[in-house]
């Protein structure tokens, strides 16, 4: 018995599959069922509705999905196509792996001219503003003619994105209405007489302003956007004319452009702008200019700038990796668990830490919210960098003989490299200024550790590591040698 199954153009995805899976349960085959939707001509023979479904039919999820955007093409055949698809797969469940199956290949090749179809009405569709008497929801209307049946699957995007005011989506197909907050579908119709929109020539203004004849190629924006749009779209009235004038446009342009300096000259004013990063200022106007700092994104969600604290004139200064949540609710360095850590430690190598001037290579907390906790995050490089500017001026205020630079970004900030912590810690470096730099681990990372054993393996380092530090500061403030346990003098990189 053959089967004569006539679909909506409304509700089609569903009701294909309501039909699909009562054709399947019943077990009858392609070759008896003559597919159509309500705009199809009769056959020439009665034919028997669809059956009822009879019970669950499984499919793998790759095909419910590929169905849901063919459904909506406009060929005649994606029904039939599709039904003999699934019932392919009632005895090949792996059918939807095969990239070489003709059958799925044509139905790719559907489910992506809908996605594009869908893609060029989301950016076409140009509503026009039918004016309000009252003060009720603004109220819209466009009109688009779609390549394929795609007003029903795209209409709730522009539910979503105008969801303030009422709009009707007019097509030869199917209209979509949003009034009230509620999505309906219409019977299409033809273009109706639209009012005229004075928003018009503003967007038309800014499509000029926007148009770019230096990148012009024409193919490609053609490609992009059909001709068959542009009798609905204000802007492509200017297209013409904006690509007769584009080759002139961009010989003004290239006569208006500014000489660019040679190629020495450009790396002697990079030089100069780099040593012109220095600070001059007083500790005072340091601290209030950190404070102040927006030179990166960070200063956006941080509570305040955490400057360094010390005497102006220490000779060790001790470079953090950047405040933690007590820090930054605080404005103080050090302050919390990690603060706690390093207090207790250098209590044990009877380092008093006021004598020291203590900051961070990063002046904001770095985090990422999750309920009421903010979770500390790891700055990146382009942070740390923009960050230095603070660290140098502060190294050229205080001036210090030592630096004891604890954890990864600390390194970074000061050596351009923060990899391998643990293989060059607890040896004596000099910086380019002449600076002694120490490396060690931060006082967080030995939170973090779980094994007692590595604990206290990392907390014996950095003890030998911050007491070499506090006696080479020393040492060097009194102009006399100091023994280095072994730690070996070099430059750092």
């Given at each position: ?7 909506p ?8 599959r ?47 999905s ?20 699934l ?27 809908v ?15 039918l ?17 394929h ?21 007019l ?15 219409h ?11 004075a928003?018009?020539?503003l ?16 193919k490609?924006?053609?490609s992009?956007m ?62 209030a200019?950190i ?5 990166c ?35 103080r ?25 203590v900051?961070?290579?990063?002046k ?21 960098e923009q ?13 210090p003989?030592?630096?004891?630079a ?59 590591d ?12 009194a ?15």
């Amino acid at each position: 018995m053959s089967h004569r199954i006539i679909l909506p153009k409304i509700g089609t995805a569903q009701a294909w599959r309501d039909a699909a899976r009562g054709l399947l349960g019943a077990g009858v085959p392609p070759a008896d069922i003559s597919w159509g939707d309500e705009d199809a001509p009769a056959g020439l023979f009665d034919a028997a509705p669809a059956p009822s479904s009879s019970g669950p039919i499984t499919v793998p999820r790759s095909f419910l999905s590929l169905a849901q955007s063919v459904v909506w093409h406009s060929d005649p055949a994606r029904f039939a196509l599709l039904y003999r698809v699934l019932w392919r797969l009632q005895d090949t469940p792996h059918l939807m792996t095969d990239r070489a199956d003709m059958d799925l290949a044509a139905l790719r090749r559907m489910e992506k001219n809908v996605h594009r179809c869908q893609h060029k009405m989301k950016a076409f569709v140009r509503f026009r503003d039918l004016g309000s008497a009252s003060d009720a929801r603004r109220s819209f209307v466009a009109w688009f003619e779609p390549t394929h049946h795609t007003v029903e699957p795209t209409a709730p995007f522009f539910a979503r994105r105008f969801g303030d005011m009422d709009w009707r989506i007019l097509t030869p197909d199917v209209s979509a209405s949003f009034i009230g907050g509620e999505l309906t579908f219409h019977e299409g119709q033809e273009k109706p007489p639209l009012p005229e929109d004075a928003s018009e020539e503003l967007w038309t203004t800014y499509f000029r302003n926007i148009f770019n004849p230096a990148r012009l190629k024409v193919k490609a924006m053609q490609s992009e956007m059909p001709k068959k749009y542009w009798k609905n779209m204000p802007e492509a009235a200017a297209i013409p004319e904006l690509i007769a004038s584009a080759p002139a446009r961009v010989r003004a342009m290239n006569e208006a452009a500014p000489t660019l300096p040679p190629l020495r000259a450009a790396k002697v004013e990079k030089q100069l702008a780099a040593f012109g990063s220095r600070w001059s200022g007083s500790r005072d106007e340091l601290s209030a200019q950190i404070s102040a700092c927006t030179r990166c994104p960070l200063h956006c969600m941080a509570t305040q700038a955490v400057p360094g604290e010390g005497p102006s004139q220490a000779a060790l200064m001790i470079v953090g990796e950047q405040p933690g949540d007590q820090e930054d609710l605080q404005g103080r360095p050090f302050v919390g668990p990690a603060g706690q850590l390093f207090d207790r430690l250098a209590g044990e190598v009877d380092f008093d830490r006021p004598t020291a001037f203590v900051t961070n290579a990063v002046k904001h907390f770095k985090f990422k919210p999750q309920g009421r906790r903010r979770l500390h995050q790891r700055p990146n490089t382009s942070e740390i960098e923009q960050c230095k500017w603070w660290l140098d001026a502060e190294r050229a205020t205080v001036q210090p003989k030592v630096i004891l630079a604890m954890g990864a970004t600390a390194a970074t900030a000061l050596t351009g490299d923060g990899r391998g912590i643990g293989t060059r810690r607890g040896r004596v470096s000099t910086l380019e200024d002449g600076t002694a730099l120490i490396l060690t681990y931060h006082p967080s990372y030995m939170l973090r550790l779980r094994d007692a054993e590595q604990r206290a393996q990392a907390e014996e380092a950095f003890r030998q590591d911050l007491a070499l530090a506090h006696r080479l500061s020393r040492s060097i403030s009194a102009e006399r040698p100091v023994e280095e346990d072994g730690g070996s003098m070099r430059r750092a990189h």
